[in-house]
Structures are given as structure tokens and as C-alpha cells.
């Protein structure tokens, strides 16, 4: 889902998806659309998710003590590019 016009940049939301032995997996975040084709996280600590990270000690981190390896996983992903194929669909 992507808003915006010649006077304010676009904006949009993506959700990637998947399934897993223990169910399904979900991550999304807020993205802007900036000049000459850059397609940025709105914010990298405002990832939504219901993965969940142990510790090495088997014990559930919180959600800010997981941020690093969220961000890992986002960059990890093709989405600027399916962002950006998109939008130039339009």
C-alpha cells in the first residue's frame, strides 16, 4: 500500500510474510520513497513483528533487544526493489 503525490513523497507499509514448523511468521515496517529512487525504512526501530528471539540462553529477548537482528532480516530482503518496481508501475 504506498500514498503520495508530486508534493508529498510516498509513503507505504509492507508485510513479508511466511510459514514455519512452529506457524506463521510475519515482519512489517513503514517506508518513504525519497528523491532520486531511494527507498528508506521510516524508522528502523518500529519494525512489527511476531518472530521472537532467544537469548543463548534460551530465554525470549525484548522486543528492543531484538531490533539488530529485525534489521537484519529487513535489509536481507528484496522489498526496495519490488517498492520502486511498483511505484514506476504507476
Known amino acids: 500500500m504506498a500514498t503520495g503525490d508530486d508534493q508529498r ?3 507505504g507499509q509492507t508485510l513479508w510474510s511466511g510459514e514455519s514448523e512452529q506457524g506463521a511468521a510475519g515482519l512489517a515496517w513503514d517506508w518513504v520513497f525519497l528523491p532520486y529512487g ?3 525504512l521510516v524508522d528502523p526501530l518500529s519494525l512489527v513483528t511476531n ?3 532467544l537469548s543463548a540462553d534460551g530465554e525470549v529477548l525484548a522486543p528492543m ?6 534489521n537484519e532480516i529487513v535489509h536481507s530482503l528484496p522489498w526496495q526493489h519490488e517498492v520502486q518496481r511498483r511505484l514506476s508501475s504507476h
Not at 533487544?65 to 529485525?70: A, D, G, N
Open 9 to 11: 513523497p510516498f509513503v
Open 51 to 53: 518472530l521472537q528471539f
Open 38 to 40: 531511494v527507498v528508506a
Open 65 to 70: 533487544e531484538s531490533v539488530r537482528q529485525l
